[in-house]
Every structure is written in C-alpha cells, then in structure tokens.
C-alpha cells in the first residue's frame, strides 16, 4: 500500500517507492507495477499524473483527480513555473560546497531514447551536504569519495538531475545509464542493495484550484542512514 502524503478533492500526492514506475512505458515493458495503478485502486477513483519520478527514484509523486487539473499542472511542471522541488542524491567525488549547472538538454521522447529533438535550456542548483570515504578501490586509490547533496531543478527536463550530475564528473550513485557501471557494481555489496540513489524530497507549489501554498514533503528512507558511517569531515 502506498504512503499517502496529502490528498484532497483535486489532488493526491504519494510517497513512491524506489524500483516501481510511475505509469506504464514501453522503456520496461516487462513491469508489472505501477503507482498510478495502485493510487487509483487504493483510493478507488481514476489518477492522472502530473509529472514522473524514473523507476530508481523514491519520493514526492503529485497526481491529478481530474484531467484538467492535470493539464494545468502539467505546463507548469514543464516550464518550472511556480514550483520549487527538492532532491538529495548520493554522487561520485565530492563536488564544491554549492554551484549552479546551467547545461541545456534534448529532449527525448516516450519510445526512443535515441529519439532526439531541439535542445532546451536546463538549470540545476546544488549544495554539498555531507562528504563520505567508502572502503572500496576506486581506480588508483584505495577508498571511494561520495557526497550527500541537495539538488533543486529549475526546469523540469527529463532525467535533468542524472545529466547535470554527469556533466560535473559527479554522476548519481547507482544510475545505470549515466553513471560509471563498475563504481556502481562495486559499492552495491557494501551498500547491501544496489539502487539510484536520488530521492524527491519535497514539493511546493501554488494549489491550482484553492490558490493556496502546497508543501508536500517525504523524507529520505531508513537505507540512507547506511551512508553516515562513512562520513568525514
């Protein structure tokens, strides 16, 4: 069952767990679970969702109850307007204190992934939270770095986050198509499991009907705690 974060007579927000698509997609075509189906029986009304989290992705997922609200809240994901999302992710190195990517992305379409279109501008801010020293080989040296950081998109570009982190040399830890496989396959029997770690921690937006401020937060999993124990500094 999935945890309910706030829901009203337009909206409803849950707490997605990592491993589970939002909706059907051909990119897995093999799954067999999806939030959007497990909202609408659980709360027994249809869903519409208003943005996506990738499959590895935990946190703030935001559905509609109507169409309409929907397609309202859709363009302003879009265009960023009037929404301010909050991520942490664990990454590679340790990155400066705090920074801007300002890198703009193509967009890619539903069916193909080589499917490319005109590039878009894409801003993310970020701040360092904590630094850790894993005991791992990691190329010539004998541990790994990793980082703790909060990441706010200021656009709603696909899969944003994953390629600006790339873009510094400091890719999310256990992303598959835009991380560094080895690093990943090597970490993943200390960590106990091997997952994307990037997670939506909160949301906060303009309620499109009541006008009224909305902040929806999830916090991180317990797993997360694991990283402290390598913690420096």
Not at 57 to 71: C, D, N, P, Q
């Amino acid at each position: 069952m999935l945890n309910i974060l706030y829901q009203d007579d337009y909206l409803a927000s849950v707490d997605k767990p990592a491993g589970v698509l939002t909706h059907r997609s051909g990119i897995d075509a093999m799954e067999t679970r999806f939030v959007l189906q497990m909202l609408r029986d659980q709360i027994g009304q249809p869903v519409w969702p208003v943005h996506r989290l990738d499959k590895g992705t935990s946190g703030v997922l935001l559905f509609a109850l109507s169409a309409e609200v929907a397609r309202q809240l859709g363009q302003a994901f879009e265009a960023g307007e009037g929404l301010r999302k909050t991520y942490h992710a664990i990454v590679r190195g340790w990155p400066p204190e705090q920074g801007e990517i300002d890198h703009p992305l193509r967009r890619l379409d539903d069916d193909a992934r080589a499917t490319r279109q005109a590039v878009q501008p894409a801003l993310t801010r970020y701040r360092r939270l904590a630094c850790y020293e894993l005991p791992v080989p990691h190329g010539p040296f004998s541990g790994t770095r990793t980082a703790l950081v909060a990441l706010q998109p200021l656009t709603g570009r696909r899969h944003q986050l994953r390629w600006h982190m790339k873009h510094i040399a400091h890719p999310i830890i256990g992303d598959a198509t835009h991380g560094k496989g080895p690093l990943n396959r090597a970490l993943a029997p200390l960590l106990g499991q091997q997952r994307l770690w990037l997670h939506a921690s909160a949301l906060s937006l303009t309620h499109p009907i009541t006008g009224a401020p909305l902040h929806l937060e999830a916090p991180t999993e317990a797993e997360w705690n694991t990283w402290q124990r390598w913690q420096v500094g």
